[in-house]
Every structure is written in C-alpha cells, then in structure tokens.
C-alpha cells in the first residue's frame, strides 16, 4: 500500500508490487494484520471524569435518575480546561485501539461558548478524525445558547477547514428539546448543509414524555419538524415501534446501536436487526463506554443472539455495522472516505499483532475477527497518512503527564459535583 499526502494511492498484491513507488518511510507488516481505522459512530468525549466517581445519594433505579444524578450534573460542573483535558484521554484510547473517526456528541450546560473549539484543539493535537457537535438542550434553559455554539462553530469550519474536524449539529433528545429548538435546530443544519445529531427514546421515558406533551412518538414527533434524513443520526432508537422505523426508513436517517451503553443503562436493546432488514442503515456507536470498537461489535453480536434466542443471527451484522455501515454514516455525514483500503480513499490504516492459530482466508476473516482480533493488540495507527502510534508507542504525545493532569483536574470536579 503506498500513502501519499493522506491518501492511499496504490494497493498492490503482496510479493508482486509493481516497484512504482519510492517510499520515504516504509512499515513492514509482517505478522501484523492491515485494516482501515475503526469507526465510532456516536461518543461522548465529555464523560471522562465520570470514571471511577463514587455518585453521591442511593443508586440511580432508572435512565431519567441516571441522567439526573450523573450525566446532567457532570456536564454542568465542567469548565473549559476539563472539557479539553477530558477529551484528550478518550483520543488516545482512541489511538490505542484503532480508532481513526467518531462522531462525537458534547455536553456542557455549565461552558457552552467554545466548547467545541476545545474538542477540535484536542482532536487535532491527537491526529484523529472527528465530527462534532454540541446537544442543545432546553432543560435548564440554554437552548438557545446550545445552538448558538453550533453555529459558531460551523461557521469557524466553513471560514477555516480542517481535514481531521467537521460538525454537526447536536440536539440532546427529545424530551428535552421544546419544538422552538426543533425548529432553530433545522434552520440551523440546513444554512449550513450538514445533519442532526440527536438521542432518540433510548429510554421508555422519552417516548411517555413525548405523548403526553405532544401527543406524537418521538420519531413521528422529530419527523413533523424535519430533524430527520440521510445526514442526520438518530442514537440509540430501543423503544421505537413499527411505524416509527418505516419513518426511518423513508427518511433515509442514519441509525447509531450502542448496545454496551444500553445494557449498562438497563433500558433494553435496540432491533436494529430488524431496522438493518428493513434497509436502514445502523452504525455502531460506544456512547462514551469505551473507544474500543472491536469489543463493542463483539457486544452486538453477543446480545442480540441472547435476546432472540437464536444462534443464527449477528454473525454478519455486527461486523456490518462497523466494518460496511459506520464508512457509509461518516461519509454522509462528514464526507470522508474512510473505512475502506482502496486507491482514492483516505489513509487511515491501521496494524494489530496477530498470529492466526487457524487459517485465515477471504472466506473466514468475521471468525477471526470476532473470536480473535477483537482481543489481540493495536501496534500501529496511521491517520491522514500521518503515523500516530508505532510499536504500540503513542508519536508525539507525553500520555502519561496528559492523564495526571486529568487526574487532578477531576479530583477538582469530584468535590464541586
Ligand atoms: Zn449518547
């Protein structure tokens, strides 16, 4: 494979290379695996500190509590710095397992005006790419200042373009945006070409508010105010009834399945196997658990096997998520060519160690990739053509100094919460 300017501009068989290229720095990947860098389709960058937090009060019993006593209370303690610092860590993670792209959706009611400004710093000091976006939300009243930061920043896009940041624009979800909102947010991704970026009934709760308040499922809801469509990314869609997925279907929205997340927040799984046989397109998201999206595909295909109760099924749509549907999301969204090791796409490679104990061939690479890449170990990640971890050494990042810093910015964010 010979990369030039970010670009992959040749791949050749093995042993027969043409000899065309002269390579200023070449990587032999031998006993290494070769794949275009991981895709996570919805992160949360934000939610660093929360790790290892001991919540104060009794145990959260349902999502709305979960929010209410960790997620909107830490998004409303952080300052500018903990925004910076917090995302630098999941970069890295990223880095580390082979991520090259995510669609990131921030939370700061508490730093809203150029917040976005410290994901990009951090991302671009990282050499990843991403999308990202701010979920607006009314439920202290700063909508209006959410969507503000949206648009300040895709502005600053449009004036300065980077090759590694896009945007998006963020709503938080549904229930906790008012229709005026709905609407900005519409006239907003329009004027500048771009998606919606929202959480959609990930929780039975959103869809009880929904029909009380508006008398309307969350998508028909969503629908009616033109949220919806091939750019946008609906997250999570679990309790989503028939009628609500055949909207999502003819809208062409992108649909983003967290399963660690879900089980973690114990409000279901999504069936997106059904969603995915309806031909919508489902991308696979961490929702901020980790940045590892092997494991996470392994997830997927581990928990809708136990909820159907049938050995047959995931085996390829777990993989399809990550490998074939994430590429198609973040192109739609973001307009990179990523995700795929061909001439013309762009060069984000990366190498895993791995000794296959069986034989691998063009016919079994998913057994492989499920029972044994999913743990074997990241060696090297190339993103933009530029070389960000070799022989498992972070390039140009002091990992351990950024992580003291974040330790004792959230020590700090410990005792204000
Ligand atoms: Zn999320």
């Given amino acids: 494979m010979a990369i030039e300017d970010g670009t992959i501009v040749s791949v ?26 991981l895709i996570c389709a919805h992160h949360h960058l934000y939610s660093t500190f929360a790790r290892g937090m001991a919540v104060p009060g009794e145990p959260a019993k349902n999502f709305v509590e979960i929010l209410e006593k960790l997620w909107w209370r830490l998004d409303n303690a952080l300052t500018k710095e903990d925004i910076y610092y917090s995302s630098l860590i999941p970069l890295i993670e990223c880095v580390r397992n082979g991520t090259t792209t995510i669609i990131d959706h921030h939370e700061s009611q508490s730093f809203q005006k150029g917040s976005l400004d410290e994901i990009a710093r951090a991302v671009k ?44 624009v963020g709503l938080h979800a549904a229930f906790t945006v008012n229709d005026d909102t709905l609407d900005k947010s519409v006239r907003l991704a329009k004027k500048f070409g771009v998606g919606v970026h929202v959480h959609c009934a990930e929780d039975k ?29 609906a997250v999570h869609c679990v309790h989503v009834d028939e009628k609500e997925i055949d909207i999502l279907k003819a809208t062409g929205t992108n649909v983003v399945h967290n399963p660690e997340s879900n089980m973690n927040n114990a409000v279901g799984c999504a ?40 050995p047959r099924v ?60 999913v743990d074997a170990t990241v060696d090297t990640t190339i993103c933009n053509g530029k070389i960000l971890m070799r022989g498992k050494k972070l390039v140009g990042l002091d990992e351990e100094s950024i992580a003291q810093k ?10 204000r919460f």
């Avoid at 607006?136 to 590694?164: C, H, I, M, V, W």
């Avoid at 309806?278 to 494991?295: A, H, Q, R």
Wanted: include cysteine; aromatic fraction near 6%.
């Fill in 314 to 373: 995931a085996f390829l749509e777990a993989p399809t998520m990550l490998l074939n549907k994430n590429p198609k999301i973040v192109k739609r969204v973001a307009g990179w060519r990523v995700g795929e090791i061909a001439k013309g796409a762009l060069a984000d490679i990366i190498l895993i160690d791995y000794q296959p104990p069986t034989t691998l061939n063009e016919n079994n690479f998913l057994g492989h990739l499920i029972f044994g890449l």
């Fill in 406 to 415: 974040a330790s004792q910015l959230a020590s700090e964010l410990w005792k």
């Fill in 12 to 37: 050749e068989k093995a042993g027969k290379a043409s000899g065309k290229y002269r390579a200023e720095e070449v990587i032999d990947a031998t006993g290494k695996i070769v794949m275009p860098g």
């Fill in 125 to 168: 000091e990282v050499g990843i790419r991403a999308s990202l976006c701010l979920g607006t939300s009314d439920r202290y009243g700063k909508g209006e200042a959410g969507l503000e930061e949206n648009e300040r920043f895709l502005s600053l896009l449009n004036s300065r373009p980077s090759q590694l940041v896009k945007g998006m």
């Fill in 271 to 310: 069936d997106v196997l059904e969603m995915m046989e309806k031909g919508i397109e489902v991308g696979l998201g961490t929702d901020g658990m980790s940045s590892d999206m092997l494991s996470q595909m392994r997830c997927a295909y581990l928990i809708h096997r136990h909820v159907k109760k049938d």
């Fill in 205 to 233: 709760a959103d869809q009880d508010e929904s029909l009380k308040k508006y008398n309307l499922r969350v998508i028909e809801r969503l629908n009616s105010h033109g949220v919806l469509g091939e750019k946008s990314i």
